[in-house]
């Protein structure tokens, strides 16, 4: 049957399913006698594919003659085998051996599979000498359907037709074997199971159809399989040897680990990672004593391999040997093994973390200092708050960071006293760092903030700009009071970290020191800086804006400079408003920021609502119009505005 023609049957039955009356009031006598004498008459295509659909759900021993009758149609075949393999009667069986020898090419091919799905034994013999057919499909489907059916028959039939078989038809009777093999096993008769897969491995068979067949034979024969499975991991041909990987995938017996053991070292190179890949992916730790001495031995690669291996398995046993390699000289392998030892499981890993943070190898400790962090070992807090006071810096501020992993914003106090003590600007930074990101995850934050401050008042310069920065983190009233005295310090450092901290304040509380410094300062950048946290707070979210039009009309008369200027402008374009527009509009006449001005004054006219400020809006519009005649694309715009401007009513 040709594309076009199935492809009508298959939207006839699709239209006639579409189309039928619902069934949902009618016994199953009444819509197996309605199908029937739809099929019986000379109803259209999609009214008998209807029927077949109906009958396939409520089809009897009564129905299976008609069915039978229309397995020699070329457009109904398919509907009635799919009706015939649903109906629990023998005569369904009869019927579609005795089509076998009426029909030819997909319709024969279409019945030998409803008798594969429908596993009819009885049909055996008559498949069998369907294997030899010169209709190519007639074989492969034949061989498939005998497969399912999964008796010893079957599988004798295939393998006497497999001695004949040439071309293609090979691959095709030992799918069905390999098919039928399987489903032997399945139903425990894994002696007729592995009579098959032998009579498959007697064969010249190509490479394929040979591992499968060995890897059949292995898992029906679990005593001799592993003298087989010995073999296929050291077989020429490597589909054979990942064959064998999968195998040992699907079994969980134990002398698979020994096989494996037993036979890695033996191995070609380049097989020699998957099978220690394997042995991580079983988890027997029966694997972890080999996997230790390789990973303490031979080629980089395997070595690595051998420790992640180990990792995957998760036995505590491998501590000792994982802390040596953590000190070994190639660094991928130090690495390899504390990360290892980093996600090991069990109370032992962590005595032995604990253990070597006293270690006199300043390395080892370092990397058991990071250790104990992120494994969260609580009992290691004692020694590393310990050790940190080590003389060697590198260590101590590793053990800070784990003990502040691990104790978050209960670490705060220790932070603060090393922060103080620190006269590495290195290690202060790190300090104020790790104060940073703890800061804000204390439950109390008011007293967070007053050890902070106490800890100011008694600082000393080294010290001060770092909690000057921390308190701009923690904010409020308290540090802000902090911090706006500690500008009168006469350290200019502590002076300049006060002034960024102050111009960096993230709430508008800020805003009144800020303007008396941008008014008063005598210090150019001092002034600017001010000026900028100034303005800056008006770009916050938060402010409301008409507190934002407060701070822009304040700092307006003391706006000098052009990088001044443009940074008032930025602040206006955040409030929208008419008052903003007016502040705006007589910056249009300053050649150095005229090009800001008539962006700024774009920007609030695309906000404004309608009808708001109308008037003024058309004023600095009109304006815009005629500063900006260099730039087309901005007049047109303008001129858009004007006339949305115009409508408005």
Not at 31 to 53: F, G, T
Not at 562 to 568: I, P, S
């Amino acid at each position: 049957m040709n594309k076009n023609l199935w492809f009508a049957v298959a939207l006839s039955w699709v239209a006639g399913v579409l189309s039928a009356p619902p069934l949902f009031g009618d016994t199953a006598d009444e819509v197996r006698a309605k199908a029937l004498a739809v099929l019986k008459s000379d109803a259209p295509l999609e009214q008998k594919s209807a029927a077949c659909e109906d009958l396939a759900q409520a089809g009897d021993k009564d129905c299976v003659p008609v069915l039978a009758g229309m397995l020699g149609n070329e457009q109904l075949s398919h509907r009635a085998r799919y009706a015939l393999e649903a109906i629990p009667d023998k005569s369904v069986d009869e019927a579609l051996r005795a089509a076998l020898e009426t029909l030819n090419g997909k319709l024969l091919s279409g019945v030998i599979s409803s008798i594969g799905k429908r596993r009819d034994s009885a049909a055996v013999e008559l498949l069998g000498k369907y294997l030899g057919h010169r209709d190519s499909d007639v074989v492969r489907t034949t061989a498939i359907s005998l497969g399912r059916i999964g008796t010893v028959a079957a599988g004798k039939a295939m393998l006497d037709a497999l001695k004949d078989a040439k071309g293609d038809n090979i691959s095709r009777i030992c799918d069905g074997l390999l098919t039928c093999g399987a489903n032997l096993a399945a139903q425990g008769q894994s002696g007729e199971a592995k009579n098959i897969y032998d009579g498959l491995l007697a064969q010249n068979l190509p490479v394929r159809l040979r591992a499968a067949a060995l890897r059949g034979a292995v898992l029906c024969d679990r005593s001799g399989g592993m003298k087989l499975l010995r073999s296929m991991l050291h077989d020429n041909e490597f589909c054979v040897f990942t064959m064998a990987l999968r195998v040992t995938a699907e079994m969980k017996d134990k002398d698979v680990t020994d096989v494996l053991v037993s036979e890695v070292g033996k191995l070609a190179p380049d097989r020699v990672i998957p099978v220690v890949k394997t042995l991580g992916q079983r988890g027997d730790k029966a694997a972890v004593p080999l996997l230790l001495e390789m990973a303490n031995n031979g080629e980089k690669d395997v070595r690595l391999e051998a420790i992640q291996s180990v990792g995957e398995i998760g036995d505590a046993s491998a501590v000792p040997v994982l802390v040596v390699l953590m000190q070994d000289k190639n660094d991928a392998i130090g690495r390899a093994a504390a990360t290892v030892m980093a996600n090991l499981p069990g109370p032992e890993v962590d005595a032995a973390v604990v253990k070597a943070l006293e270690s006199p190898v300043p390395a080892l400790r370092l990397k058991m200092i990071e250790i104990a962090g992120q494994r969260r070992v609580g009992r290691a807090m004692p020694v590393l708050l310990r050790t940190m006071s080590d003389k060697d810096m590198a260590v101590r501020t590793a053990a800070a960071r784990s003990y502040v992993e691990m104790a978050g914003a209960g670490g705060i106090p220790v932070l603060i006293e090393m922060l103080m003590k620190s006269t590495d600007g290195a290690e202060t930074g790190l300090y104020e760092r790790m104060l940073g990101s703890v800061c804000p995850m204390a439950g109390d934050k008011d007293a967070c903030t007053r050890r902070l401050v106490d800890a100011l008042a008694q600082a000393g310069p080294a010290a001060k700009p770092a909690l000057l920065r921390t308190l701009r983190v923690t904010g409020g009233p308290d540090a802000l009071k902090a911090v706006r005295g500690a500008l009168d310090d006469p350290n200019k450092d502590v002076h300049t970290a006060a002034l960024r901290a102050l111009s960096e304040w993230t709430s508008a509380d800020a805003a009144p020191a800020l303007l008396e410094l941008a008014k008063n300062s005598g210090e150019p950048t001092e002034r600017l800086v001010a000026l900028r946290g100034y303005l800056g707070i008006a770009l916050q979210k938060s402010v409301a804006v008409q507190d934002k039009l407060i701070i822009c009309r304040q700092a307006a008369p003391i706006i000098q400079r052009v990088e001044e200027k443009r940074m008032l402008l930025g602040a206006l374009g955040s409030a929208a408003s008419a008052e903003s527009l007016d502040l705006v509009v007589p910056y249009l006449d300053d050649t150095a920021v005229k090009r800001e001005a008539v962006a700024t004054i774009m920007a609030i006219a695309e906000k404004r609502k309608q009808k708001e400020y109308a008037g003024v809006a058309k004023a600095a519009l009109e304006k815009v119009v005629k500063v900006a005649a260099d730039d087309p694309a901005v007049v047109k715009r303008a001129e858009e505005l004007l006339k949305q401007l115009g409508n408005e009513k």
